[in-house]
Structures are given as structure tokens and as C-alpha cells.
């Protein structure tokens, strides 16, 4: 008989080819290892509730109310909640009629797409057009779609940073583009060289490669940093000058934990700039409830701004999102929480704003304890990943071979069996030829940081020792 | 200047080609009529809340602790939460470490997976593997990740019935795929006869395209028919023999209203045939929480069952789910609970029970209301929709050529401005040339059905006195 068609060899091959190291090889083999009864620390995806970050009392009090609106006609309902919770959860359920149980418009719901417009314009400076604005399953649907729109033929090619969240490669694949990586410089705090990204799109363009975007990651994943603003402005020159779509990914704008680079939204130096390039550029930029100090990954909130992009490709944009109805109207209301938060003399403020501070103090804390502790590798943490270099010795590589593994990832598997440890290969992100790094995220509880730290280096000396 | 990356005509040539009537011209120009102040009755769309249907009352308070977690220690909270509920949440908390704010994994939470195969099993007789269902955000979603994975070039093509749900369409378009339609009977209860079947995938064939996949949606979307258990055979029994998967779009299993075709999964029919058939025939079955009397659609909740796809091939949908890291985490609680109802004895049972059955008794008579009122027209209503038939006189057509618009477009929109009532036109779904047809929820509230439909008739009447 014939193989049938969702037989492996029959699948797309763009499904095929594509690789999410995120929840690759040490993902599985670390879930094996927990069901066979191992203490598994999951430090491989940014997702601190997972590891014991409690959710901020107030929009769950609000979103807990909207679910469950029968409540707030119960005399009861004051004992549990407070008066500005109840005010918000009728504020919200006004939004959209039917409440959540209702498809919301595809774009989402059009109340909070203008409490997102008021965010992006206390922190920019510059109005924003709530029309512009779509609310999304996570962020990472939105720039999916977008990455659809954008790639047309297997020749057009999306510049994307290495080191790189796999997101953006993963889904390169998926739609059947090409990915034109261009290198952040470790020697720099992770900087980017404008010289080098002149030279990796002429690469490409000699290699028949269309380029037609460019991703930027700000704060940076995995590498944490914050580019300067001098190098926003280099970068929209550039894209401007080739004729690119900057996609800015800006989930992590919360996270940031010094003082030296703070972060500034491409869209706000793009309007500094001025006309015509101000008018001209076109950008999306990306949000959403998953990080910062909400940490709201289940929830699958957040939220793309298009500027300068036509009416005609918004409207095709829209109808794309309106096949899958509407982005879940729960994360939404989180969305606009977010987006508009309480303000000082609020009943919850006080409760709010201590509960936020505790977590990014104890982000930054932790942020502090790995830079300490891998002090051993070049290190910089900044957002919510460590990406430390590893220095693999030559007979560790060889190890590797033998077994057929990228010597980051023997490294990876030995520490996750050794400590129950679970990171991400640099591989998965890409690195330079012969460098090798792992991803972590600094979410361990601070009580355990300590432990983990030192059954680390524990590890990576008997390591050393063995192959050095 | 040159145009730019997203400019209209540099967009994905497949994202452009795609349509979807559900949300559609007539969609917006509802939307613009509301604006300006006109009451619209939306019925483009299934959506039961928007249209006042109340939530269930006993999921609603199980899903609030889940977000509002702190209130389990509240000494107040019997208060407000049965203790049944109280003790699903903790139940639901329980499978998910870090609770609504985590990842979980990307397939969905094992213990609720396991729950849906545990109702799969009650329902079909056959047991079920949790290893091979997949949660995800909505139905709508998984169906597209299915369709992703099936097509690989512009020559792959995927049997729909026609009418069908425009969700088929849009997505084949969307990911460069070819549709081949099969008619359903409209004079034979919009049955499904084998004969056509065959001569439509020859006449595909002779065409170039390779068939691949073949769509039921049982309960029919928009016609509403249940398909005969005989009628099921012969399709599985056709995609056997011509190699094809089969999906079955099974979200409206619980909208039926009449006892003469009682609903049947494809997987109970596939499996009742024994090997080798039950042992060969590769199926995908979709579910969803936005239908039957839940209608929980703005929490974007569902499932796919995969039977008989190889272990490889699931591999590789779990990593193209991996990519948007999972679905959102309150939507997989809903599937949960519904999967797993309330049994009798259980304090809230009464309660449940007494409101699913008042949802679905009202729904039956609306949907008998509205069998009556459309009796000038053929149709039938069983499921959540009706799809009459519009005999437009040739000169309504005329009229509609002059102003460059398909005749049941003109028909709707004409209907629109004249009584608010947003319905979309047949040709969104595809009917028999020169025959046409509008779809209209049974949703709205059943006080006002006897004004829509009055309203309606009035608008018809003078439509056909003016043009024949």
C-alpha cells in the first residue's frame, strides 16, 4: 500500500523543516526525566508563574469578576473584592457585549484598543491610532501573522538577529522564507554593528535573497540587552534607505533591571526622527501580558501596532485575523489592565504597585545572582535570560561528535542529568562558529537561586576536569 | 519611490486571494451602520452571548477561583462559591503548575487532555489516547494547523462540501492550496451523495491537483443536517479507498434539535467497521466550547483528536504547536469541564442541568420559529443556523449586475439596511449556480424572534413586489 498523507514523508516540508529549540530535544528530554520521578528546574521558556511567581492580586480580581458576572449582583461580592475591582470588571464587561463568553472583533475588543493607544502615548510622547492596533493571542501569533503577510516565495528574506529568539526562525521556516541572519557582537553588551548589517544584506542580495523586513529584538532575547538609542536611529535609517519593514519585538520592555541603556520603543525614536522618514517607514511593533513583572504566559495576551502601513494591507491584515474569529477576550481585558494600570489613590494601589516592585526587585536580584555566578563565563544579564559563553574544550567537542550532539547541546543534556537543570543550547539561537553558550531564564525561585548556582559550577567543573 | 514591503500589491499573494464572508462586506457595513447609530441584530455569526445568552453558571465560578486563586484561602469565599466548585478549582490548579498565569505545555495540560479522551471514550465506546489530542485556541486554530500541515503546493487539494463554513476556503487560500468542492443535496436534507463525491475528485484529478484530504462538517455548517450513520460509512469507506485524511468538524455535536439523524462521530463510525479500515483510515476530529449550549466563544477553547496518524507525524504538529508556545491556559479548564461534566448528586448539578437544558429547549424553539418564518422559502434548521433559499426574480438580478454585486449579496444588503438584521449572503459559502441562499443564526433572544421574523417578511414581501 501507498503511504498515506500525513504519513512524515507526505507533510510539508516547511513544516518539517522548521525547529523550535525552546521545546526542542532538552525540553523532551528533561519532560522524560520529570515523569520518571527527577526534580526537573524548567529554566528553558521565560515562564515565571511555572516557577512560583504569584499573579498580581488586582487584574485577577477584575478578570476573576468579568468571568464570573453574575457576582456583582450578590450582596456578598465586597467581602471578596474591592469597590475598584467591581469598577473595573463593569467597565470592562461594558466593552464587549456578551462579555467574555462573546467573540470580540477580530481586532479585538475596540474599548481596549484605545486604552492600548493611551499607553503607547504616555510612553512614546506621540498619539497612536487605536485602528492600528490589534490584540492578539500572545504576542507571538501577531508576529506570525505578520510574517505570513510579508513572506511571498521561498527567496524573500527577513533579517533576524543571531544570537535570536527561535520564534523568528521557526516561523521563517513555516512560511516558506528565507532567514538573513545578521550578528549582535558579545563583545559589545550585544550591540549592533551597523557595518555588519550593511554586509549581511549584501550577502543576501548576491545569494538572489529579497530582503523585505528586518526583526529587531529590544530588549534583546536571549541576549538581554538594550539598544542604544543611537543605534535605533542607525537601524530605522538603514531600514529606511533599503526599504525594509522593521518589526520591533518589545515584550520585554518592562524588564530591565540598570540604568546605563534605558529602553526606548522603536516607534518613539522613529517619530524623533522626524519627516520624511517619520511618515514613511513602516513598522509593527510588538506587545504583550507575558512578561514584564505580570508574567501572564497563560493568558496568551498582547498586542501589534502597524505605523505608516496602507489602509488596503491593514484591511487584508484584519481579514486574515477574522478567519480565527477573535483572539481570546480574557487576555484582552488583561491587555488593558495592563495597558491602564491603577493609578495613585486607587483602593488597590498601594497593594498593586508594592506586589510589582517585589517582583522586579527580586527579578534584579536574581538577574544579580547569575551574573555573579557565572562570572566564570562572559555574562551580561539584563531582561528576563542569562546567556553565558560556555568554553568547551576540545575533547569535550569530540565527546560530542562521537554521539553525533552539537557540542552546546551534549553540554545541555549532561547538565540536565546531572542537576535537573533544564536550559537551551545557544545553538538553538544561533552563535558564532566554534562559540558556544546556553540560555537560562532568571525565574528560579530566589530561595532556590543559590542551590542552582552552585550545583551549576559543581557541574561545570567535574566537566572541565573530565574532558579538559 | 519604489513601493514598500507592505504596500498592498507586495503582500502574500495567498493572504489577499483568501475571503471570508462570515466577517465580510456585509459584516462591515453592519459594523459602519452601528456606528452611526442604527440597531443591528447580528446574526453573521454564531456568538450566543453577544446575542444575550447567559454563561453556565457552575464553569463560570470554577474558571473565577482558578484566575482569582487567592480566594481559596478566604474564609469568605463559601459565600459567594459552592463547595463543588471550590473543589473543581483546586481539582484544575492542581494540573497545571503555576496555575491560568503558566505556559503549559503546548498540546494542553495533560490531566485535561486526559479528561477529553476519558469523553471521547464515553461518548464513541472506544477508548481514547490523551497522547494523540491536542487542546488548542479554538477549533479554528487547530483546523489551520491541520491544513498547514496537509498542503504542500498549489496542486494539493482538500474535498469541501459546498455549501460549507468559510473557515475552509480562507484557509486553503491562505496556505496556497487547491479546493476542490462537493455538492450537497439540498432537495435530500442537504445529504451527501457518493456518486457526486467520485465525480469530483476525478474531474480534480483530471484537473492536476492531488487530493489529500476530505472535510465533513457533521453537524452541517450552515445547513444544520446531521449526516446518516449509512452516509458516514460510505465516506470513510471512499477517503480508504482514495488515500485521503479525513476531517471531521464535529463542534456542533451538541445543537441538535429533531430525533430522525442523531449525531455520530466519525471516529465511532470508522471504528464500528473494524480492521483493517479502523486500523488504517487517518482522521483528525475537531471540538470546540464555543458551540452547543456552553457557546463559550470569546475563551477560544477546543481540541483535536488525531486517530491513526503516525507517531512521527504528531511529533511534528506538536513542534509546529510549540512555535505560539500553548494555547491559553483558561480555555483548556473550559474543554476540561466540559469534557467532564457535573453528575447527579453533585450540589450544583441541579442548577447546570436546569440552565444547559432551558439553553437548548429555547434554542429548539427558536429554531422552529424560525423554520416557520422562512416557510416561504426551503429550509431546514438543526443545527445553530438556517440557510433558506431566496428566489430572486431576474429583475432583482439585473439590478444587482448594474451595481457590480452577487444577487444574494445585493438581497442581504438590502435586507440590512432596511431592518438591521446582518445576515451573509450564500455565495460566502458556495451554492449551486443561479440558486441563491442567506445564512442566519437561531441566536437571537427568543422574545424578539417574532419581530425579526415579521420584520423580515415585511422587508421580503416588498423586495419581491419591487422587483418582479
Known amino acids: 500500500m501507498s503511504t498515506k498523507p500525513l504519513d512524515y514523508e507526505n ?52 478578570i476573576a469578576l468579568c468571568q464570573a458576572p453574575f457576582l456583582l449582583d450578590d450582596p456578598n461580592v465586597g467581602l471578596l473584592f474591592p469597590a475598584d475591582a467591581i469598577a473595573k470588571a463593569k467597565h470592562y464587561l461594558s466593552l464587549n457585549s456578551g462579555g467574555l463568553g462573546a467573540y470580540s472583533d477580530s481586532r479585538g475588543i475596540p474599548g481596549v484598543r484605545i486604552e492600548v493607544a493611551d499607553f503607547i502615548e504616555r510612553r512614546d510622547g506621540y498619539p497612536s491610532d487605536p485602528e492600528h492596533i490589534f ?8 508576529i506570525m501573522q505578520i510574517l505570513h503577510t510579508i513572506i511571498r516565495v521561498p527567496t524573500d528574506g527577513v533579517l533576524v538577529p543571531v544570537p535570536q529568539y527561535p520564534l523568528y526562525s521557526a516561523t521563517i521556516s513555516l512560511y516558506g522564507g528565507s532567514l538573513v541572519p545578521y ?12 557595518n555588519d548589517l550593511r554586509q549581511s544584506i549584501g550577502q543576501a542580495r548576491q545569494n538572489g535573497t529579497t530582503v523585505r523586513a528586518m526583526v529587531i529584538i529590544n530588549p534583546g532575547n ?36 540598570q540604568d546605563k541603556h534605558p529602553f526606548m520603543s522603536a516607534r518613539k525614536v522613529l517619530f524623533d526622527m522626524g519627516q520624511p522618514i517619520s511618515k514613511e517607514l513602516q513598522l509593527v511593533s510588538f506587545h504583550t501580558v507575558s512578561k514584564g513583572y505580570w508574567g501572564e504566559c497563560g493568558q496568551r495576551g498582547g498586542y501589534f501596532e502597524m505605523t505608516n502601513i496602507p489602509p488596503k494591507s491593514v484591511e487584508e491584515i484584519y481579514k486574515v485575523a477574522s478567519i480565527s474569529l477573535s483572539p481570546n477576550v480574557p487576555a484582552q481585558i488583561f491587555m488593558g489592565l495592563l495597558a491602564n494600570p491603577l493609578k495613585l489613590g486607587d483602593i488597590s494601589y498601594e497593594q498593586f504597585s508594592r506586589e510589582s516592585k517585589g517582583i522586579l526587585e527580586s527579578l534584579r536580584r536574581r538577574a544579580h545572582i547569575m551574573t555573579d555566578g557565572f562570572n566564570s563565563c562572559k555574562n551580561v544579564v539584563w531582561a528576563m ?47 558564532k562558529e566554534g562559540v558556544f553558550h546556553l540560555r537560562t531564564t532568571i525565574l528560579p525561585a530566589e530561595e532556590d537561586m543559590p542551590s542552582i548556582m552552585s550545583s551549576f559550577k559543581k557541574f561545570n567543573d567535574e566537566f572541565m576536569d573530565r574532558y579538559e
Do not use: M
Not at 25 to 53: C, D, M, W
Not at 135 to 141: I, M, N, P, R, Y
Not at 222 to 233: D, F, I, Y
Open 11 to 62: 507533510l510539508n516540508e516547511n513544516v518539517k523543516k522548521c525547529q523550535y529549540a525552546v521545546r526542542g530535544e532538552l525540553y523532551l528530554r528533561a519532560s522524560e526525566l520529570q515523569k520518571e520521578g527527577k526534580k526537573i528546574i524548567f529554566t528553558n521558556v521565560g515562564n515565571p508563574h511555572a516557577l512560583g511567581q504569584k499573579p498580581l492580586t488586582f487584574p485577577r480580581q477584575v
Open 135 to 142: 490584540l492578539t493571542d500572545g504576542a507571538s501569533k501577531g
Open 183 to 194: 550578528y549582535l557582537e558579545e563583545t559589545a553588551d550585544w550591540g549592533l554593528d551597523i
Open 385 to 431: 535570560y542569562s546567556f553565558p559563553q560556555i568554553q568547551l574544550p576540545p575533547r569535550a567537542i569530540d565527546a560530542a561528535k562521537k554521539v553525533e550532539k552539537a557540542a552546546d547541546v551534549f553540554y545541555c543534556l549532561k547538565l540536565l542529568e546531572a542537576t535537573g537543570i533544564s536550559t537551551v543550547p545557544g545553538s538553538g539561537f544561533g552563535q
Open 222 to 257: 536571549p541576549t538581554g540587552q538594550c539598544l542604544t538609542e543611537q543605534n535605533l536611529r542607525q537601524i530605522i535609517q538603514f531600514c529606511y534607505e533599503e526599504n525594509l519593514v522593521l518589526l520591533a519585538d518589545e515584550v520585554y520592555q518592562q524588564n530591565i533591571y
